[in-house]
Structure formats: C-alpha cells, structure tokens
C-alpha cells in the first residue's frame, strides 16, 4: 500500500509504527476431518489441530483435509494477530488525542482571553470548507414515485449527506465570560427583552441556561450578547466579538437549526450594525428549512409544526423591520402563512404573545402593500390616481389599530407595553404612509396640481405631522414607555429619529400647507433631549439610542430657531419660494436645513436610506 502522507501526519507516524494493514493470504488451508466431511457436517477442531469434537466424542480416528476452497475467516491465529493490533493502534491514538488535549490546554493559558473566539472562528471556518471544497457531490437527485405529482422541482434535489464536524464549544467553556455573568445576561434577555418581540426563543422560553449551552453555542452567544448590551456591562465587547465570529461561518455552511435563525434574529433585532447582513442570512435560512411550508399542519395541531411556522412570522417581522428604514424592499414576501395569519390564532397552542404577533405580521403587510405600490423613489411625486390608494391604506391601518388596541392585557414581564405599543407602531406605520404626500413636492408636476388635489395631499401631510408629533409626546409624556426604551428593538430607536427629523425638516423648508406652531417644536426637542439623556445616561455607548441622543443634542446646540413664530406654507407659494409668513409678516426661516443630513449621518444614520437619496431643498 502506497504511502502519501506527508511526513509526521498522524497517519504517518501510526504506519512507520505499526506498518500498513496486510490483507490476508487466501492460500492458506482451513482444517476439516476426512469423516466430517463425508458426513457434511462442520468440523469442530482446536486451534485448527485434530482430533475434532465430534471424532473425540466417538472415539475414531481424525484425519484431517486441508481445503483451498474454505475462507480465511476462521483462521484463529490471524484473527489474534489482527486483534493484537488494533488494540494497540486504539492505545496510540488515545495517547495522540491526550498529547493534543493537553498542548491546547497549555497554549490557551499563555494566550489573553480575547484570543478564544478568533480560535472559534478559523476552526468553524475550516469546517466550513471541508464542507463546500473538500467534499465532492453537493446534491443528489432522489426519485420518489409515492410523492405528489404537483411536487415542486426543487423537491428531487436533496443535499448530499455530510459528516457532522465537531460543535465548538461555547464561550463559558472557554472562559470569555463567567457562568455568574451568562446567568445574569440570560436572566435579562429570558424575562425582559424577548417579550418584546413575541418570544424568539419559543420552545426554549422558560428552558435554562445550561439547556440552552447545550442546544446552540449561537444561541447562547446571542442571547448573551443582547443581554450584557441591555445590562451595559463591559463584557459586550467581547460577546460581540463572539457573536460575529460563530455567525460569519453560517453564510457557506449547510448544516442549519432552527436554533440558527433564532440566533440571528435576536442579533438582527437588537445589534444595529449587524443588522441587515443578520436578517437576510435567518431569512435565506428559514427558507431553505421550508419554515413556511409548516403553516397548514400547524393548523392541524402538530406543535412542531406550530412552533416552525411562529418562527417563520417572527422571521418576517424582523425583515420587515429593517425594510423601511434601509429603504429596500423586504425578502420575505406574501405567502399562505402571511395572508392568513389571522388563522394561525385557531391553533390549539395559540397564545396572547401569538396574537401581539399576528397583529404585527398584518401591520407589516400593509406597509409592504404601501412599498409595492408607490416603490423607492422619493423624488417622484404620487400621481392624482396614486392618492385614493393612500387613503385606502390610511384606513387599513386605522382598522387594525381599532381591532387591536384594547385586545392586550397587562404582561406579566413587559407591564402595559403590548398595549402601548399597538398605538406607537400604528403611528410609526401612518407616518411612513402619509409621508409619502410629500415626495417630489418640488417638482412641476406637484405645482400644477389640481386645488382639490393640492388640500387632499395637504390633509394626508398633516396626518403625517400629526403621527410624528404623537411619537414624540408619548416618549416624552410617559414614563412607562420610557421605561421600555432600553429594551425595545432597534427600530423603535430608528423611527423616533426618522419622526425628529420629518418634523424639523417640514418645519423648516416643507413646501406643504402645515400648521406648526415653532415654540412648540422647540419645546418638544428639547424635552426630548432631556428624557433621552436621561434614559441613556446608563446605556451601553453601543447601544443606537445613544448616537441619536447625541446627534438631536447636537442638532438643536447648531440651530437658530426663533420660538414664539407659528409658520403656515402653503403649497402655491412654492413660485416664488419658501415662505415664512406669520400674522402678514415674513419670519426668518428656522436653520435645521442641512444639518440635518450631516449630523445624523455622521453619528448614526449613514447605514439608513429614509435620509438620502432625495434632493436637498426638499427631502424629508
């Protein structure tokens, strides 16, 4: 047998000491007795030495006939020999795996503790292209004639079965935080923060700690990580780390859980930075596990079936998330789960966390309507036809709000929020919508309007002021939603900045017939300052309400603004430009203007589109 390791492989080093396995020598004789075999019956020999049993036991004679035609595997001797061998092959690679254990017991004493997860990351990355480069045959194409005839293509082509490789172990094994630490960021994130998203964990919610480690070294790191954010501990940094390292390696693997998206999630919905890249890989993930395709049987009453398909809306409510502020459309689009949902409440395990999700995923629906419908482009003014389109969706989310309002009871870990935030999220979502009354208002096709055009669009821009003002005012007003603030997932940080900005910029330079009263936004910024310093003064400086703090703060120190000065622009004085015009007089105009755009972009908003793209003098 040729030898093509390299010099002091371990395979090397086994053949130079117990040289390489020889296969036996078929031309050896196997014993059988003359009478045995006249009679055709086995012969029972000794160490393959006469007399036999039977022969023995009767007292004749034994003689024996060697055979070429017998197989050499009853040959005794070989067998010990062979058996010899593997039991001292078993005795080196048991000292090899000790000599191992110990080298990388010694070298993780020496290195700092920041080195662990980077060990992590190149050991999860070299499984990663055992996967994909080593092992040839990706797919295999299985044909299965019991299966349905309207089966989809895609269900012939199966992966190709691949061996399981080592699971890394988690980050308290390896000592990057304490288990006194992971206790207490799990404790955080298990009775706080995943009642604010319905319950990502699921199953898992009222699992351990240590059950959890066991499941998913991911979702341990996840939940760890979100937890020390919230708890503004100095373990972050490294947790972060963590996180980014086990989650980069899932983008090429193959072998995904569950457990996976859940991860994913809870980095998407808490870790801003992260969070685009993490909600299109749970969303590529959940589609590849066929999450959406659980739906029916869940309705059945099949718990795991159950517990896939809350997953999948959950999946769908974190895209959607992050759709509106990237500006980009969503990746999960509107399949049976999405359309009915409201059917999912039917299900035996349905719950009040189910329904608080099933309002979102309605919620959600619409503003994708809202996006497919009048697309990304913020400099084109909607059309006259576009507009009763707007009303009809204004009206779909006044029902919705109406439906679901007073249907939430007080939560046991979350107080009044699921009810609270059933009107904060519908003005969120009327903002959006009616902010698009104001696009291209510029343009000449918004100023040869018809009148009664013009006053409709008018009255649709004021809802949206309205809906911004509203934010502002409970944030500002309510000590309970204040409360949650550290806590809620990230976009609720992004619109209450998308609201501050909306209303500067209309107040400033918006070619729209809207009543705002100057001294009042002054007012209500700098409260809002106030209570966000407040608020933030205990935070984590990763944490995103703490550059939007930062950036408001900023924004009204560089400002001029004239209190006491309530401003009414009216879409026809666009002509001869903007006008500031209180009780017959004209009123220097307030100086947010561009500012706007820098501040923001340079402390948080660079990563959003809702800010860019439009034309300076009359982006929102």
Not at 18 to 35: E, H, L, M, W, Y
Not at 252 to 274: E, M, N, P, Q, Y
Not at 397 to 404: M, V, Y
Not at 422 to 427: A, K, L, N, P, R
């Amino acid at each position: 047998m040729a030898n093509h390791e390299p010099p002091g492989s371990p395979i090397r080093r086994l053949r130079d000491t117990f040289g390489d396995p020889k296969p036996p020598d078929i031309t050896r004789k196997i014993t059988a007795c003359v009478a045995c075999r006249k009679q055709k019956i086995k012969c029972h020999m000794n160490e393959s030495q006469p007399p036999c049993t039977r022969c023995r036991k009767k007292g004749l004679p034994c003689t024996v006939n060697r055979s070429l035609q017998m197989l050499l595997e009853n040959d005794v001797v070989w067998k010990k020999a062979i058996e010899q061998k593997i039991k001292s092959l078993e005795a080196a690679i048991a000292r090899n795996v000790n000599n191992n254990i110990n080298s990388e017991r010694s070298q993780q004493e020496e290195q700092p503790l920041g080195n662990g997860p980077s060990s992590v990351g190149e050991e999860a990355v070299e499984e990663t292209q055992q996967d994909t480069s080593e092992r040839p045959g990706r797919w295999k194409i299985t044909i299965d004639l019991e299966s349905n005839p309207g089966a989809l293509p895609g269900h012939y082509l199966l992966p190709t079965s691949s061996v399981q490789a080592k699971r890394p172990t988690d980050l308290i094994s390896r000592g990057v935080i304490s288990i006194e630490n992971a206790q207490r960021y799990f404790d955080e994130y298990q009775n706080r923060l995943d009642h604010f998203v319905y319950r990502v964990l699921g199953d898992h919610s009222t699992a351990t700690l240590g059950h959890i480690r066991e499941v998913s070294p991911l979702l341990t790191t996840a939940v760890c990580a979100v937890g020390a954010l919230h708890l503004s501990s100095l373990d972050f940094e490294a947790l972060y780390k963590e996180f980014v390292t086990l989650s980069a390696p899932l983008s090429f693997s193959r072998r995904h859980t569950v457990d996976d998206v859940r991860a994913l999630c809870i980095g998407a919905f808490w870790l801003s930075d992260l969070s685009w890249s993490l909600v299109g890989l749970a969303v590529r993930i959940a589609t590849e596990l066929q999450l959406h395709k659980s739906f029916y049987k869940a309705l059945q009453g099949d718990r795991n079936h159950y517990s896939r398909t809350r997953l999948y809306l959950l999946v769908y409510a974190c895209d959607h998330h992050f759709s509106v502020p990237y500006g980009r459309p969503p990746m999960t689009r509107e399949c049976e789960s999405v359309r009915d949902a409201r059917k999912f409440l039917d299900s035996n395990h349905a719950t009040e966390d189910d329904a608080r999700l099933v309002s979102q995923v309605l919620r959600w629906s619409i503003c994708t309507n809202v996006y497919d419908t009048f697309g990304a482009d913020v400099d084109r003014p909607l059309s006259d036809a576009d507009i009763p389109q707007v009303r009809r969706f204004s009206i779909a989310l006044d029902s919705l709000r109406a439906e679901w309002g007073d249907k939430f009871n007080r939560n046991a870990y979350v107080g009044n929020y699921p009810r609270k935030g059933v009107g904060i999220q519908y003005h969120f979502a009327k903002l959006y919508l009616c902010s698009h009354a104001l696009r291209g208002a510029g343009s000449s096709h918004a100023k040869s309007r018809a009148p009664d055009v013009a006053l409709e669009l008018e009255e649709i821009a004021n809802s949206a002021v309205l809906s911004a003002l509203s934010i502002l005012r409970a944030v500002i007003s309510d000590t309970e939603i204040q409360s949650y603030l550290n806590g809620l997932p990230t976009y609720f940080d992004i619109m209450i900045a998308f609201a501050v900005v909306f209303l500067l910029k209309v107040s400033t330079r918006f070619p729209a017939t809207v009543q705002l009263d100057n001294q009042e936004i002054h007012h209500l910024m700098l409260s809002l300052v106030s209570v966000l310093k407040g608020v933030t003064a205990t935070m984590h400086p990763h944490h995103l309400l703490v550059g939007i703090t930062k950036g408001i703060d900023d924004l009204l120190q560089r400002s001029k603004v004239a209190p006491g000065s309530t401003r009414a622009v009216s879409m026809y004085s666009l002509q001869e430009g903007p006008q500031h015009v209180v009780g017959g007089r004209n009123m220097p105009p307030l100086d947010f203007g561009l500012e706007t755009d820098v501040i923001f972009d340079q402390y948080f908003m660079s990563e959003f589109d809702f800010l860019s793209g439009q034309h300076q003098e009359y982006s929102m």
